[in-house]
C-alpha cells in the first residue's frame, strides 16, 4: 500500500512516497482536508506560507488523532524572502501560525520571488542568506529537514557551493508530457529526492487523449496513472485536493506500468498551455 510506503531523504530521515498536496484549499477546509486524508491513511501534508492556510493545516494536524511524530508536514519559506532576518523571522512565524513544536520539513518556495520569475536576477545571495536560516533553524530541532522548491541547476549549485547542511529535496512541476529530466538526474545524483507537484499537470492530462486511453487500459483514473507515472521515476507525488473520494482513488496506485508505456508516456509531446493555471510562473506564463 502506497501510503505505507517511504523513501529515506539524505539526512536519513523517512518521508512518505505520497503526500497530500494543499495549494488552493482555504484555511477553514484546511482542517477538514488534514483530517480526512489522515483518516484515510496519509501520513505527509504539503502546506506553504504562500498558500494562507498554516494555521489550518496546523490545526488539522494537531487535532486528527494521530500522534504526531508519525506525521510528516512541510511547509515552505514564501519565494519572497530573500534575507537573513526575513528568513529567521518567516520560519519563527510558521512555527507559530501552525502551533507546532517542529516541523518535518521547510523548503525555500522558489528561488525567486514571484512578481520577478522572469527576471534574469538570480537572488543568488538571498537564496544563500535564507538557507543559513533553514540550517540554524534545522541544527536547532525546529525543522526535520530543509529543501529547495522551483530550484534550476545553477540556483541548486548557488546552495551547494556554500552550504553546511545539503538540501534534502527539490520540488518541481514534474508529470507526464512534462518531466525535466536532466534536472531529475542532477538531483539524484547530488541525493537530493525530487518531489513532484500538480502531478495531473494542475487537470490538463485529463483532457489528453492518448493519457485517458493508457489509464483506461489499467483500468485506472487519470490521476491515477499520473500519480504512478512519478512513483516509477522515483519521484515524491503531491497531487492536491480536499475531496475525500479523490484523496482515496489518488492513494490506490496497486498496479504498474509497463516499461513501454512507461517510454510513450515519459517522451510525450509537452503540454503547451495550462489553461486558467498559466498566469502562474511555475506554469510558464506571467503574472497577471
Known sequence: MILKETYKLSNGLEIPKLGLGTWFISDADAVKAVKDAVDLGYRHIDTAQAYQNERGVGEGVRTCGVPREELFVTTKLAAEVKSYDEAVAAIEGSLATMGLDYI???????????????????????????????????????????????????????????????????????????????????????????????????????????????????????????????????????????????MKNNADLDFEISKEDMDVLYNMEQIKDYGDASMFPVYGGKLK
Open 104 to 246: 518535518d520539513m521547510m523548503i525555500i518556495h522558489s528561488p525567486k520571488p514571484w512578481m520577478e520569475f522572469h527576471e534574469e536576477d538570480s537572488f543568488a545571495e538571498g537564496n544563500r542568506e535564507a538557507w543559513k536560516a533553514l540550517e540554524e533553524a534545522y541544527k536547532a530541532g525546529k525543522l526535520k529537514a530543509i529543501g529547495l522548491s522551483n530550484f534550476q541547476k545553477e540556483d541548486v549549485e548557488n546552495i551547494l557551493e556554500t552550504c553546511t547542511v545539503k538540501p534534502m529535496v527539490n520540488q518541481i512541476l514534474a508529470h507526464i508530457s512534462n518531466t525535466p529530466k536532466e534536472l531529475i538526474d542532477y538531483c539524484k545524483a547530488q541525493d537530493i529526492l525530487v518531489e513532484a507537484y500538480s502531478p495531473v499537470a494542475h487537470g490538463e492530462l485529463m483532457k489528453n487523449d492518448a493519457v485517458t486511453k493508457m489509464a483506461d487500459k489499467y483500468g485506472v483514473s487519470v490521476p491515477q496513472l499520473s500519480i504512478r507515472y512519478c512513483i516509477e521515476l522515483g519521484l515524491l507525488p503531491l497531487p492536491k485536493t480536499a475531496n475525500p473520494a479523490h
